[in-house]
């Protein structure tokens, strides 16, 4: 079966980066894309990018250009998601997320990781 | 962007009642567009995709309609189990958008 399983929780100070990881079995890590979600506490789903795991191909939400990076480790079958220069409004949930439709990046998502938390304080 | 929006924001129902639930979109996104149903430190899980279908295990009292910019999620006879918050997604384009999200919640 599908498993996306995403790396613990961190705790960062302003102006730092984190880099978050989400290891994918039970199917072909480089035949559907990646895409990374983040939700702050109590508030909606903000969709980020996606990373084409075959290629390394990316695109980013214009919100978060110049401070995201999406990059993939085949050889481990794992994703990654880097923000940089994080702000206190970066306090959020970030999920992983795929979709049953292969080779495509629009698509809806069937499997999500567990979500890693990622807080932002001084 | 599409931008998506969600209305109403919180709705108030007992169950057995029919939940209605609206997605508006800034622009046309044709069928392409999902509903999720996210429950408390959960992740959201895919209810409805490409506007009407339902996904795989997901009851028949849920269903979607909608094409172009206006989408109607309807559960005809809420369960318990129905109160959360809902989201509808946007896949028309390389950038997907998600709405606010509808807090459906016990009268």
């Known amino acids: 079966q599908v498993q996306l399983v995403q790396s613990g929780a961190e705790v960062k100070k302003p102006g730092a980066s984190v880099k978050v990881s989400c290891k994918a079995s039970g199917y072909t890590f480089t035949g559907y894309y990646m895409h990374w979600v983040r939700q702050a506490p109590g508030q909606g789903l903000e969709w980020m990018g996606w990373?084409?795991?075959?290629?390394?191909?990316?695109n980013y939400a214009q919100k978060f250009q110049g401070r995201v990076t999406m990059t993939r480790d085949t050889s481990i079958s794992t994703a990654y998601m880097e923000l940089s220069r994080l702000r206190s409004d970066d306090t959020a949930v970030y999920y992983c997320a795929s979709s049953s439709i292969a080779a495509r990046p629009d698509v809806y998502f069937d499997y999500w990781g567990q979500g890693t938390l990622v807080t932002v304080s001084s | 962007e599409i931008v998506l929006t969600q209305s109403p924001a919180t709705l108030s129902l007992s169950p057995g009642e029919r939940a209605t639930l609206s997605c508006r979109a800034s622009?046309?996104?044709?069928?392409?567009l999902a509903w999720y149903q996210q429950k408390p430190g959960q992740a959201p899980r895919l209810l409805i995709y490409?506007?009407?279908n339902r996904a795989t295990g997901i009851p028949a009292r849920f269903s979607g309609s909608g094409s172009g910019t206006d989408f109607t999620l309807t559960i005809s006879s809420l369960e318990p189990e129905d109160f959360a918050v809902y989201y509808c997604?946007?896949?028309?384009?390389?950038?997907?958008?998600f709405g606010q999200g509808t807090r459906l919640e016990i009268k």
């Open positions: 622009q046309s996104v044709s069928s392409y």
């Open positions: 990373i084409n795991p075959n290629s390394g191909g990316t």
């Open positions: 997604q946007q896949r028309s384009n390389w950038r997907s958008t």
């Open positions: 490409d506007a009407s």
